[in-house]
């Protein structure tokens, strides 16, 4: 396992329980990315332009990395390019900041052509305002003369934007077809209900409980990078229900927009669950809170979010109570579940239910037939079936979407008129 020093530099007007939060998040995504983490580093002061942290700082963390000898150097801070450069070579050590933590774990979870061209473009998106500086520095012992490699640099950047609107090209291909699929299983009576939260608050865990499957959960950040949708019975209604990337703090929008067509699974569903891990502290959760809707509420027009407090099984039901009741401003529609133990299911189903796309119930008449039969077969299908009744015919009563509900109309006039000629 590779090891690691974390290092933080806290604004001097910042809170300490915000810097212990992403001092807590920075390790866990060390955890994730598979370092062990042998030293941290904090400093509060305003940035320093060339060391990011004050330069006797630097110098200090130098002795500490010559005498643990990590391998890399992480820093929650955004650093620039010229901070890293300064940084490595004062600590000859590599050096780099959180989001490239988070490309490095995105690039070992991606499994699929989409997820692997999601994380290319967001590695691209980070590297090109930093082109020019990278090739720069580190060939700036072969420059000719003043700005001699202009013509190398600007050809290095234009590879990059090539590359990059390659990528973007053929994943809005990707996004048709899926926007196609959506529209199909729209078509077919399904409703979309997608798994939304900030990163590590149990939203595989309840997926798994929910669809009786085996995704990957595990107690650490971005276990799950690709969406996965699996159908649910939602109260005799159903329903595809989707696992999607987890949010966190601070993601620059480059990163959001490379992972645009993995959110679109929350931005075009019918019904957005928002998990969040109760048995956190209070503001904890307040402030993931706030990052989740910070993230959606832009794209989120008339979609019913219901907000499940889960890992009810860690706290009291005092707590729990007070958590709700506090944060109720921030989180419509609550339900209390635990995904682990299986509790709060019928409560969050029921929640679903109310907020699904309304369905109309309609009452069918036709002859009984074989065609008949295959009608209120494909209806049972399709809808929800309140009653059937045999006498003098077939009479159906059940609820379903406008155009199912059309189709049906359509196939019984087809076989009337059939049996009619």
């Known amino acids: 396992m590779m090891r690691a020093i974390l290092v933080k530099r806290n604004d001097p007007r910042s809170e300490d329980e915000k810097n212990e939060l992403q001092m807590n998040e920075l390790r866990e995504l060390a ?11 904090t400093q509060t002061r305003h940035p320093d332009r060339k060391y990011h942290l004050g330069r006797g700082k630097v110098d200090e963390l130098a002795q500490i990395v010559a005498d643990l000898k990590p391998d890399k150097v992480i820093f929650h801070n955004p650093l620039s390019t010229m901070q890293i450069y300064n940084i490595s070579e ?23 052509h989409r997820s692997k061209l999601q994380v290319e473009l967001a590695r691209l998106e980070y590297e090109l305002p930093r082109a020019r500086a990278v090739i720069s520095i580190l060939k700036k ?15 290095y950047a234009q590879d990059v934007k090539n590359r990059m609107i390659r ?17 199909h299983r729209h078509s077919q009576g399904f409703s979309l209900i997608a798994l939304a939260g900030y990163t590590n608050a149990g939203k595989s865990t309840l997926f798994n409980a929910l669809v009786a499957e085996n995704v990957e959960s595990k107690d650490m ?44 699974e929350i931005f075009l569903a019918d019904v957005v669950l928002l998990v969040v891990d109760s048995s956190e502290p209070l503001e904890i959760i307040r402030k993931k809170l706030l990052v989740c809707h910070e993230t959606m509420w832009d794209q989120l027009q008339d979609v019913g979010i219901v907000t499940v407090f889960n890992k009810t099984d860690l706290i009291s039901e005092e707590e729990l109570q007070e958590c709700m009741l506090i944060l109720g401003y921030l989180a419509p529609n609550p339900v209390a579940v635990s995904a682990k133990a299986g509790s709060g299911f019928d409560g969050l189903k029921s929640q679903m239910r109310d907020l699904l796309p309304e369905w109309k119930r309609v009452t069918l008449s036709f002859p009984i ?29 059940f609820e379903a979407r406008d155009k199912i509900i059309s189709k049906a109309v359509s196939l019984v006039e087809k076989l009337s008129l059939a049996l009619f000629l």
Request: glycine share 8%; aromatic share 10%.
């Open 221 to 264: 950040l971005f276990t799950t990078l690709l969406p996965i949708t699996r159908s649910l019975d939602v109260q005799g209604r159903d329903v595809l229900l989707t696992d999607t990337v987890g949010f966190i703090e601070d993601l620059p929008h480059w990163m959001v927009d490379a992972f645009r067509s993995t959110l679109d």
């Open 167 to 183: 990528i973007k090209s053929e994943l809005e291909t990707i996004k048709k077809d899926n926007e196609s699929l959506r529209a």
């Open 369 to 397: 037939s074989k065609e008949g039969m295959s009608i209120v077969a494909w209806i049972f299908n399709e809808g929800f079936v309140h009653g059937v009744n045999y006498d003098n015919g077939i009479s159906i009563d």
């Open 31 to 41: 955890e994730a990315a598979g370092y062990s983490v042998i030293a941290e580093m």
């Open 90 to 112: 004062t600590c000859r050590c590599e050096t780099i900041d959180k989001f490239q933590l988070i490309l490095e774990i995105f690039a070992t979870r991606a499994t699929t």
């Open 141 to 155: 012992d072969e420059r000719p003369g003043f700005m001699g490699l202009g013509g190398y640099e600007d050809s």
